[in-house]
Structures are given as C-alpha cells and as structure tokens.
C-alpha cells in the first residue's frame, strides 16, 4: 500500500510540476473560457458585434421596449446628427418585440427569442470610426427545459396538485376572517395583497400556511427543484447548434454618410451531438474575412475543431483536435487529451496533455492546468 | 378588489386566460357569494384549458371571482412571470381583468386575485 502511494507520488509530481508554468497564466474569467471547448475557442460569442471590434464593453444597453429604442435613436440623431456614436454598445433581444410572450410562443420560435443583435462603434487609434452588427441564435437546444417534455409534463402532474392545496387554504383563511366578521370579499382582498406584497405582516404567514397544507396531503413541492437538478445533470450532452455572424465598417470620419462597404466578416458556428448518456461530439469552425490594405476581403483565417467527452456532467474525459488555418501563414495543429470536472459546485478544473505543430518545425508539447470559478451552475454543453 | 361590470341584458359570460410569460400556469376557478357558498368551481392550465363559461351575467352580478393562480417556471428561478383572466360577454372584453404577477421560484409561486361582478 505504501509502495504504490510512493509510486503515485512520483507520477505526479512532475506532472504538477510541468504544469505549473502554465497554471499561472491559464487561469481566466469566465469571460474567456466557455463551458463544453474548454480552453479552445469555439463558443459562439453572445455579442458578435463587440467580438468583431474588438472591444469588450462594461456598459451595455439592452432595451426592454421597442418603445426604448425609437426614443434613444431619435434623441441621439436630435443631439447628435448624422455621427456615428465613439463607442456604443447595444444587445436587443427579439422578445422585446413580443412582450406578451407564452411558454406556447416560445416554443412556437424558440431559435428566434434565443437570438441576440448586437451592435458597436468605436473610434481607431488613427481617429477612424468602425461600427459593426452581429447576430447570434441558438438553432438547436435539446438542453433547454422549456421545452423538454419530461420537465413540462412533471409539472403538469405536480402543478394542479399545489394548485388545489393552495385553493383550499386560501378558503379556509378565508373562511376564518368571515368567522370573525371580516366580509368574503375583503378577506380575499386582503389575502391577495399579503401573498404578493412582501411588506405585507401576513405574506410569511399565508404562504407558510399554504406550504404546509401543500406538505400535509403529501405533496413535496421541492420535487420539481430536485427533477430540474437532476434533468439539467442528465442533459450535459445534449445536441446543440449555436451559430453567429457580424460584419465590420468602417469610416475614415465620424459621418454615418462616409461608412464603407463591409471590410470584416466573423462567423462561429458550434455544434454538440449526444453520444449515448455518456459521450458528446462537439465540432466547431469559426473565422474571419477581412480587408488588407486596398485589397478587399482577401485576408482570411479559419479554425476548425473536434472535441469528444465520455463521462458525465461533473468528471469528463475528453481528446479534441484543431486546425488554425491563415492565408499568409502556415497552417497550425494542435491535439489535446485531458480530463474536466466541476468541484464544490463552482470550481471547473481542466488537466489536459497536448501536442502543437506548425508546419516544418517540430512537435511541442503542451500540458495545461486550467481552473475556473463559475457560477454556481454545473457546466453544460457547449454554451 | 376591482368590480367587473357585466351587462346583465347580454350574453353569457366567459372568462379567458392569456398568458404574457414563458412558463406554466395553474389555476382554480371559483365563483362565490357573500356567505362563501361556492356557486361555480372548475380548474385549468396554460397547456390545457384557458376559457371558462361562468354562465348568465344576470346570474352572477353581486358575486365575487376568485383565482387562485401556481406559477412553475421549467428554467427556474429569477424569471419575471405575468398572465391576465378577463371576463368576456358577446366577444368583447370587460374591465378590470384579473392580472398576476411576480417573479418564479425554485419551486413554485402563488398568487390570488378576486373581483365582484357588479351590474351598470
């Protein structure tokens, strides 16, 4: 037993120890290490637009009306003209275009109100302006519990269940003021305000009478808690297809009139398919096209990937390949081979062993330990 | 607790349910008088049944509309959730429609609404 601890000892140390140059410098924000690709960059950033410029904006508007967007473009171009913005920032949601949008509608379109338009400026260095436009929608999500069948049709089951415990407390409290000479309708009045109005000295009081009735005819309404848990864990690898896109112009001058032709295009595209409960395929491919000098759009890179996992949510395996590919470079290749978990429910660790090549030169090896401190949530696919 | 004026000359009353946010609604339906003598009670969802007949106006002027409402939201909690119940006679809206709103749990959420049926 001792023997083998030594052994285990001396395997790992100087893996630890090849590790920890890299340690430092891998660890990142969530900001750029996206769950599923791991450290490779394959997610379809949620704003193209900003990715495209370049710029990673604190202040992003993101109007809820459309009635907030006609007021704001009308007061910029009352006080500003015809000028393009330094540096606007703004994400719009296609539901803001519905605002009475049911879990029916949703469903009905759910690529759509899973899109996100993002759009940019920015002033250059050399006092030009760029502004770009991107799009990015979700066209596949099989993770998405809104529309999973066996999330929705537990709630059915469960649902009318609390819905009649509920209907029999809130009569019998009811009841009880009526006893006491309160009138039905303003003792259903008053009901009404303490289960919405927190302030209100009855809100803890009505709503724990209300859970314990629901608990009484044996009801567990942590249930449905508990079922979205356990869906969300079985859902690690589900099939997803994300895609984005965004187009740069520029303007030698702040004029809205002067602004070019396209001179960039981005696209990301990411797709996960469900290997069995155990496995996922993950491809991705994303590059750019863009202006060089008076020559348009001939300059281009082009990315493309492969990754497989087989375990579960929570401890992974995975072996991904990549291919960098430049129009005025050679191409790069890179293959991993690593392990993924989350720890204490926040704490996502990645140990991978890698090999990188360019062209003629010689293989280098690429070990890498990557920690990152997520939300709270278990990673899911690639989002 | 807002009154809903009903014509008691008109047609029968319905009471329909539209929903504004992206999760499940449960609800009970109950017509009572003023001693709580339940007159009409029937129970329905967002995915099944959303249209009541509650019956004759002049049946139900003077009696109270109770709805008690459970949210389930399937994404979880922090969402913003809001439905309406509106009572109808001949196609046409009546006022005051029954509105709930708040935000989704973990779990569920509950809210109640009421109004009286009163006459012009």
Redesign the interface.
């Known amino acids: 037993m001792i023997k083998k601890m030594i052994m285990i000892k001396y395997l790992i140390t100087p893996i630890i120890w090849l590790m920890f140059p890299i340690l430092s410098t891998a660890q990142s924000s969530t900001d750029s290490i996206k769950a599923g690709w791991g450290v490779l960059n394959f997610a379809v950033p949620e704003s193209p637009a900003f990715k495209i410029l370049g710029v990673s904006p604190s202040d992003i508007m993101r109007p809820t009306t459309t009635r907030d967007i006609a007021v704001s473009v009308g007061n910029y171009f009352l006080t500003n003209g015809g000028a393009i913005p330094k540096d606007l920032a703004v994400e719009i949601a296609p539901s803001l275009f519905n605002p009475k949008l049911s879990l029916a509608d949703y469903n009905a379109n759910k690529w759509w109100y899973n899109s996100t338009i993002s759009i940019g400026t920015k002033q250059n260095p050399d006092g030009s302006y760029a502004a770009a436009v991107g799009v990015s929608t979700k066209i596949i999500d099989k993770a998405d519990l809104r529309s999973n069948s066996s999330m929705i049709s537990f709630d059915d089951v469960i649902g009318p269940k609390i819905n009649a415990a509920m209907t029999d407390e809130t009569n019998a409290i009811a009841f009880e003021m009526f006893r006491q000479g309160i009138p039905y309708d303003t003792a259903f009045n008053r009901v009404s305000r303490a289960l919405t109005d927190t302030s209100d000295k009855n809100y803890k009081v009505y709503h724990t009478k209300i859970d314990s009735c629901i608990l009484a005819k044996g009801i567990n309404a942590n249930s449905i808690s508990q079922y979205r848990d356990s869906l969300k864990n079985a859902l690690w690898n589900a099939t997803v297809l994300e895609i984005g896109f965004a187009s740069l112009f520029n303007s030698q001058d702040s004029l809205i009139k002067n602004i070019s032709s396209i001179s960039q295009i981005g696209f990301w595209l990411t797709y996960g398919h469900r290997l069995g409960k155990k496995g996922q395929l993950l491809l991705g491919v994303n590059g750019n096209i863009r202006d060089t000098g008076a020559q348009k759009l001939n300059d281009y890179n082009i990315n493309v990937g492969a990754r497989i996992y087989y375990g579960g949510n929570d401890l992974k395996a995975f072996v991904d390949g990549e291919v960098i590919s430049q129009s005025y470079s050679e191409p790069i290749y890179q293959s991993d081979l690593g392990i993924e978990g989350t720890f204490f429910g926040g704490l996502w660790a990645s140990f991978s062993l890698g090999i990188k090549k360019v062209d003629n030169q010689s293989i280098v090896f690429t070990p890498a330990l990557t920690l990152n401190l997520a939300n709270g949530e278990k990673k899911s696919n690639s989002k | 607790?807002a009154d809903i004026l009903l014509d008691p000359n008109s047609d029968q009353v319905t009471l329909n349910f539209?929903?504004?946010?992206?999760?499940?609604f449960?609800?009970?339906v109950?017509v009572?008088d003023?001693?709580?003598k339940q007159i009409f009670h029937d129970?329905g969802?967002?995915?099944t049944k959303t249209l009541f007949t509650l019956g004759a106006a002049n049946n139900l002027v003077g009696l109270?509309l109770?709805i008690?409402?459970?949210i389930?939201d399937?994404?979880?909690a922090g969402n913003n959730y809001s439905a309406n119940a509106t009572a109808m006679q001949s196609g046409q809206a009546k006022n005051s429609p029954q509105s709930?709103s708040?935000i989704t749990t973990?779990?569920?959420a509950?809210?109640?609404?009421?109004g009286?049926f009163t006459s012009n």
């Open positions: 607790m539209t929903f504004n946010s992206p999760q499940q449960y609800y009970s109950q009572l003023n001693t709580g129970v969802s967002s995915g109270m109770v008690n409402w459970t389930i399937p994404a979880g709930c708040g973990d779990t569920h509950a809210s109640l609404t009421a009286k």
